[in-house]
């Protein structure tokens, strides 16, 4: 485990420079200052409402892909997850008077889309310990940034507790994420994981990451 251990925090350090990117991001200052308009902000509602339903799937298709040992409970916990995300998200749209008919004809922006496609890539040809690093690695960077847009939300914007449990329930890891995912990489690896596979992946959805970031700050 030690070595997983390793792998994750050299990881870490590799993609330093994306996560700063991504939790120093135009979009979040643009939001501090007001300057979002109620567009662009039922945009991110609709943008989350696929990404969340695409990941939801996808970690059903990686539960279903590895049925047995602490792989199958870590995907089937990430996707109750996505689910308990998707319905909090329905606060947000209100707040936003976004009807459900609105975000399902809603055209997504191709930059903000990369991330789930990524993802759904991963449920058909990935690793658990690909999947398990890349969003162990990256839950860091999306978490802060969905604390940031609670709290401008809240404070600039006047929105609700119901209006950003959304943000907040992402803001903050599930209690013991990071040790049951370090077990699930630690499991495949010994199986035969490629290591180099695996810090990949999480370098291509941290840029995926910022892809989504850079997405709804494009024009602004």
């Known amino acids: 485990m030690d070595d997983v251990r390793e792998l994750l925090s050299r ?14 991001h135009r979009f979040l200052a643009l939001l501090r200052d007001h300057a979002v308009p109620e567009a662009r902000l039922r945009a991110l509602a609709a943008e989350q409402y696929l990404i969340v339903s695409s990941d939801r799937r996808s970690f059903a298709q990686l539960a279903a892909r590895f049925p047995t040992g602490p792989a ?22 209100f707040w936003l008077g976004l009807a459900e008919d609105e975000i399902r004809s809603y055209e997504p ?43 401008s939300l809240r404070t600039v914007y006047g929105a609700d507790d119901a209006a950003v449990a959304f943000f907040e329930f992402f803001a903050e890891p599930p209690a013991g994420f990071e040790e049951r995912a370090l077990v699930v ?32 700050a494009e024009g602004l």
Request: hydrophobic share 50%; proline share 4%.
């Open 11 to 24: 990881t870490r350090d590799e993609l330093a420079g994306t996560a700063q990117a991504i939790s120093g």
């Open 72 to 93: 199958s409970d870590f995907f089937l916990n990430l996707a109750g997850g996505e689910g308990a995300a998707l319905g909090a998200l329905r606060g947000y749209a």
């Open 109 to 151: 922006l191709p930059g903000a889309q990369a991330y789930p496609a990524y993802v759904s890539w991963l449920a058909l040809n990935g690793s658990p310990a690909d999947v398990a690093l890349a969003f162990t690695a990256n839950l860091a960077a999306w978490g802060a940034n969905c604390g940031q847009v609670a709290s």
């Open 185 to 216: 990489i630690d499991e495949a690896l010994s199986g035969g994981a490629s290591p180099v596979l695996a810090r990949r992946a999480t370098r291509l959805l941290q840029a995926y990451e910022l892809s989504f970031w850079d997405a709804l």
